[in-house]
């Protein structure tokens, strides 16, 4: 018999209804989560799809792959077209570069991330959750996306820029952050040739980019003119050095980073808060299971960082949130040599690129994918490698995992037992893939716990 390694691979199918000039971008600007998930059902392991005509984009939907891929070519690749378009916001930052670059940058953020700073924050979390639902009104309706943006900037802001970045700053940032993120997120499925179109969209995009930078290189003026050292993020990229050439980080190194974060820090955890919120107001018996769980072990007290694991209930209904809802449509990475994945060897200069929220949807590792069930991580991950990636895997995996998790709970914990929201009447929500996976809007009403039936039957 032949030795299996010898076995030609078959030849990587491509995606039908590519057109020349804009390869795919028709199906996916129409839909491009029902486009990338229809790849799962109609093709195999690997499928090329035609984002910028003329670039083989093969999209990686084996689990074994994504996962060679993330972190066996980890090193070796090169972060392909999305972080590319990202770059166009965030300049080189750690999300942006690879190789040894990139370790270069995340050995800067580090710190910030770990386990002592992480206990720090908690009880600033806390803090930031209850003035923020202080200010909800029983009854009115809320836009619930936005306060969540709004509740993880604060965090963040208090947290790991605990001393420099007022506010107001970040505040002004919001608006030019989500165009440039829509922006983004509508490029990549983009041939590049319509970036060069002198149409308002462009015009509004180059804007609020360019808006973007000036504040944050204002704000890092300032601390820089003062001199003041707060012991924070930006306080520390401040004194780091660049280690190739042994100066300080210039003001464009650190703007880029400080961007990097205020995006990757809110946007996810915002729309994953949003979804969570969503979800248990679709399933009460799911509420009222962690609503027990949450007066069992806290009762009457705030949640510290010791509860954090104290919380499995709560810990499940989050995991299935990164599930069923996934931020990530289209993650990418590009070879820089003639790469080896599984049987095929790819080109240099190909494109390769995964979709967690179809990968976290297959009914292959999922039953019944879309049924929100956050009992069936009872027994742990019982999935296969590389099939749940709610924070990617290997060199690039999120920085901020740890940190997100303790938001998310600190934020329940405290929320929930504040407050039923409920979805306000009339509404289909529906989730929208930009820059990442969100509700298109959700608007729910708020009513105070102590209105509700659990609580008078108590
Ligand atoms: C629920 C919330 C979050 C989710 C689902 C999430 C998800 C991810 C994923 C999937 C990646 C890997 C991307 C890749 O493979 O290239 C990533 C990277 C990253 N995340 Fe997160 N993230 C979250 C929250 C955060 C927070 C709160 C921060 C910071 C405050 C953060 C900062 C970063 C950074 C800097 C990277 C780049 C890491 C690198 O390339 O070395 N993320 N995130």
Redesign the pocket.
């Known amino acids: 018999m032949t030795p299996v390694t010898l076995v030609a691979p078959p030849p990587i199918p491509r995606a039908a209804g590519s057109l020349p000039l804009l390869g795919h971008a028709v199906q996916l600007f129409r839909d491009n989560l029902a486009f990338i998930a229809s790849l799962r059902e109609k093709y195999g392991p690997l499928v090329e799809i035609t984002l910028q005509p003329g670039t083989r984009t093969i999209v990686v939907q084996d689990p074994a792959l994504i996962r060679t891929m ?1 972190t066996d070519l980890g090193p070796s690749l090169d ?1 392909g077209r999305f ?1 590319e378009k990202m770059g166009q916001l965030l300049g080189e930052s ?2 942006t570069v690879a190789g040894q670059e ?1 370790v270069r940058k ?1 050995r800067q ?1 580090q710190p910030a991330f770990g386990r002592p700073e992480i206990a720090r924050y908690v009880d600033v979390m806390r803090g930031e959750v209850n003035a923020t639902i202080e200010a909800w009104t029983p009854g009115r309706a809320l836009d619930v996306r936005e306060s969540m943006i709004k509740l993880s900037l604060d965090m ?1 802001v208090k947290t ?1 820029f605990s001393g420099s970045l007022d506010a107001a700053t970040f505040r002004r940032l919001r608006e030019d952050l989500s165009v440039v993120l829509d922006g983004v997120g509508v490029r990549v499925m983009l041939p590049d040739w319509v970036e060069r179109l002198p149409i308002a969209f462009n015009r509004r995009f180059a804007r609020a980019r360019d808006g973007v930078r000036v504040t944050i290189g204002n704000a890092i003026a300032a601390l820089q003119t003062s001199g003041h050292d707060t012991g924070d993020m930006l306080s520390m990229l401040l004194r780091a050095e660049d280690e190739t050439t042994g100066r300080p980080l210039t003001e464009e190194q650190i703007c880029s980073e400080i961007l ?2 205020a995006l ?2 809110t946007e ?2 915002a729309t ?1 808060l949003s979804w969570v919120l969503y979800e248990l107001d679709r399933h009460p018996a799911i509420e009222t299971r962690v609503l027990a769980e949450l007066d069992e072990v806290l009762g009457d007290r705030p949640v510290t960082l010791d509860d954090i694991t104290r919380l499995p209930c709560l810990g499940r209904v989050i995991t299935e949130a ?1 599930r069923l809802h ?3 449509w289209l ?1 990418t990475r590009r070879t820089m040599h003639e790469t080896r994945l599984g049987p095929w060897t790819l080109p240099a200069g190909t494109e390769l690129a995964y979709c ?1 929220h179809a990968l976290h949807r297959d009914p292959a590792f999922y039953p019944e994918p879309l049924t929100f069930d956050p009992d069936r991580w009872l027994d742990g991950n019982q999935t296969p490698p590389g099939a749940f ?4 895997a290997g ?7 740890r ?2 998790m303790t ?2 709970i600190t934020a329940l914990a405290t929320l929930l037992r504040r407050w039923k929201l409920e979805l306000a009447p009339g509404q289909t929500v529906r989730p929208v893939a930009r820059a990442t996976v969100r509700p298109r809007t959700l608007v729910m009403i708020p009513r105070p716990r102590s209105d509700t039936a659990r609580d008078k039957a108590a």
């Not at 990636?389 to 990617?392: D, W």
């Not at 060199?395 to 995992?401: E, L, M, P, Y």
């Open positions: 993330l972060k972080f750690v999300v990139h995340r953020l963040l790991v990097t974060l990757a820090g996810n955890t994953v990164l996934h931020t990530g993650v967690q990636v709610p924070f990617g060199k690039h995996k999120c920085i901020g995992d940190f997100a938001e998310l």
